[in-house]
C-alpha cells in the first residue's frame, strides 16, 4: 500500500505565519517598546495598560509585516534573501494572508483601543501604515534614502510603549526614538551590502547600487558614529553612569567594526564582515536597551 502524501502540518503553518508577520523584527520593536514603558514614570500604576500597549504594537506589527509581503511578492522571489518566504513559495496563499493581516490590525486596534488611549493607538497606526505601505510601496522603489525615512516608523516603539501608560511626551522617549532612527541605516545597509546584486537585479534603488560600496560604508560610519554620539544623551536624562559607560563602550566597539568595514575591498570577505556587521548591530541595539533597564533599576534602588 502505498503511503499517504503528508499533509500540511500545523507546526508548519505556525512557522510560515511566524515569517509571515516578520515575528523576528517585531520582538525587537516589543523590546524597544517595554524599554520605553519601565522609563516611564507610571509604570508602577499603570503596568497592565503597558501590557496592553505591548501587545497590541505586536499585534500591529505582524500586520505590517503581513502588508510588506503582499505588497512586494515579486520582488520577494527575485531576492535569494527571501525567495524562500510563504507567499513566494505558496505556502501561504494571498488571501489566507490578508485575512491574517487584517485578523491581525483589528486584533491591534481592538487591544489599544481597549488597553491604552487614543493617542498611542494613532501613533501605532502611523508606524504600521508608515512600514507597510509608505515604506514598501513609495520610498522603497523610488530613493536610495528609503531606510533613513522609512526607518522612522520602526523608531515610534519607545514612546509608544511610554504614552501606553498615560504619561505625557518628554526628552527621554524621543531621545529613545531618535536613537533607533539613526542606528538603522547603520544596521541595513551593511546587510544591503550583502545583497546589492540581487537588489540591482530587482531594480531596487539601494544605496549600494545608486551610490556604490565606498559611498554606503561612508555613510555606515558616519550613522554609527551619530548613534554613538546620541546614544549618550539618556546619561544626562536620568540613565545613570552604568548607561553611559555601557553606551560609550558599545558604541565605540560598533563604530570600530564600521571603519574596518570601510576599510576593506570590495569582494567575497567584506560581504562576510558586512554580515557580522550586521547581525552586531543588533547586538549593540539589544545592549544600549538593556542597559537603560539595568541604569534605571540601579538608580530607582538609590545605588546612584
Given at each position: 500500500?502505498?503511503?499517504?502524501?503528508?499533509?500540511?502540518?500545523?507546526?508548519?503553518?505556525?512557522?510560515?505565519?511566524?515569517?509571515?508577520?516578520?515575528?523576528?523584527?517585531?520582538?525587537?520593536?516589543?523590546?524597544?517598546?517595554?524599554?520605553?514603558?519601565?522609563?516611564?514614570?507610571?509604570?508602577?500604576?499603570?503596568?497592565?495598560?503597558?501590557?496592553?500597549?505591548?501587545?497590541?504594537?505586536?499585534?500591529?506589527?505582524?500586520?505590517?509585516?503581513?502588508?510588506?509581503?503582499?505588497?512586494?511578492?515579486?520582488?520577494?522571489?527575485?531576492?535569494?534573501?527571501?525567495r524562500?518566504?510563504?507567499?513566494?513559495?505558496?505556502?501561504?496563499?494571498?488571501?489566507?494572508?490578508?485575512?491574517?493581516?487584517?485578523?491581525?490590525?483589528?486584533?491591534?486596534?481592538?487591544?489599544?483601543?481597549?488597553?491604552?488611549?487614543?493617542?498611542?493607538?494613532?501613533?501605532t497606526?502611523?508606524?504600521?501604515?508608515?512600514?507597510?505601505?509608505?515604506?514598501?510601496?513609495?520610498?522603497?522603489?523610488?530613493?536610495?534614502?528609503?531606510?533613513?525615512?522609512?526607518?522612522?516608523?520602526?523608531?515610534l516603539?519607545?514612546?509608544?510603549?511610554?504614552?501606553?501608560?498615560?504619561?505625557?511626551?518628554?526628552?527621554?522617549?524621543?531621545?529613545?526614538v531618535?536613537?533607533?532612527?539613526?542606528?538603522?541605516?547603520?544596521?541595513?545597509?551593511?546587510?544591503a551590502?550583502?545583497?546589492?546584486?540581487?537588489?540591482?537585479?530587482?531594480?531596487?534603488?539601494?544605496?549600494?547600487?545608486?551610490?556604490g560600496?565606498?559611498?554606503?560604508c561612508?555613510?555606515?560610519?558616519?550613522?554609527?558614529?551619530?548613534?554613538?554620539?546620541?546614544?549618550?544623551?539618556?546619561?544626562?536624562?536620568?540613565?545613570?553612569?552604568?548607561?553611559?559607560?555601557?553606551?560609550?563602550?558599545?558604541?565605540?566597539?560598533?563604530?570600530?567594526?564600521?571603519?574596518?568595514?570601510?576599510?576593506?575591498?570590495?569582494?567575497?570577505?567584506?560581504?562576510?564582515?558586512?554580515?557580522?556587521?550586521?547581525?552586531?548591530?543588533?547586538?549593540?541595539?539589544?545592549?544600549?536597551?538593556?542597559?537603560?533597564?539595568?541604569?534605571?533599576l540601579?538608580?530607582?534602588?538609590?545605588?546612584?
Open positions: 500500500m502505498a503511503a499517504a502524501e503528508p499533509g500540511y502540518d500545523f507546526q508548519g503553518l505556525v512557522r510560515d505565519l511566524l515569517v509571515l508577520s516578520k515575528a523576528r523584527v517585531v520582538s525587537l520593536l516589543v523590546f524597544t517598546a517595554a524599554v520605553g514603558e519601565l522609563l516611564a514614570p507610571s509604570f508602577r500604576e499603570h503596568w497592565l495598560n503597558g501590557l496592553a500597549g505591548l501587545l497590541g504594537i505586536a499585534l500591529a506589527g505582524g500586520a505590517g509585516g503581513v502588508i510588506n509581503q503582499i505588497v512586494e511578492p515579486a520582488l520577494d522571489e527575485r531576492m535569494r534573501r527571501t524562500r518566504r510563504p507567499l513566494v513559495s505558496g505556502r501561504v496563499g494571498p488571501r489566507g494572508a490578508v485575512l491574517f493581516g487584517v485578523a491581525l490590525l483589528v486584533g491591534a486596534i481592538a487591544v489599544l483601543g481597549l488597553g491604552t488611549n487614543l493617542f498611542t493607538l494613532g501613533l497606526l502611523v508606524g504600521t501604515v508608515g512600514y507597510g505601505v509608505v515604506y514598501t510601496l513609495y520610498l522603497k522603489p523610488r530613493t536610495p534614502w528609503n531606510i533613513v525615512w522609512g526607518g522612522l516608523a520602526g523608531s516603539p519607545p514612546l509608544i510603549g511610554w504614552t501606553a501608560l498615560g504619561d505625557p511626551v518628554s526628552a527621554m522617549p524621543l531621545v529613545l531618535g536613537l533607533i532612527f539613526v542606528w538603522t541605516p547603520a544596521h541595513f545597509w551593511p546587510l551590502l550583502c545583497c546589492r546584486e540581487d537588489y540591482a537585479k530587482a531594480c531596487i534603488p539601494m544605496l549600494p547600487v545608486t551610490h560600496v565606498k559611498r554606503t561612508r555613510e555606515i560610519v558616519n550613522y554609527a558614529a551619530a548613534t554613538l554620539a546620541l546614544s549618550l544623551a539618556p546619561a544626562a536624562l536620568g540613565a545613570g553612569p552604568l548607561y553611559g559607560v555601557v553606551a560609550a563602550v558599545a558604541g565605540a566597539g560598533y563604530l570600530f567594526m564600521t571603519l574596518r568595514l570601510k576599510r576593506m575591498s570590495e569582494g567575497p570577505e567584506m560581504d562576510r564582515y558586512a554580515r557580522k556587521v550586521f547581525s552586531a548591530s543588533i547586538t549593540y541595539l539589544f545592549v544600549l536597551y538593556a542597559a537603560l533597564i539595568g541604569g534605571h540601579l538608580t530607582m534602588s538609590g545605588y546612584f
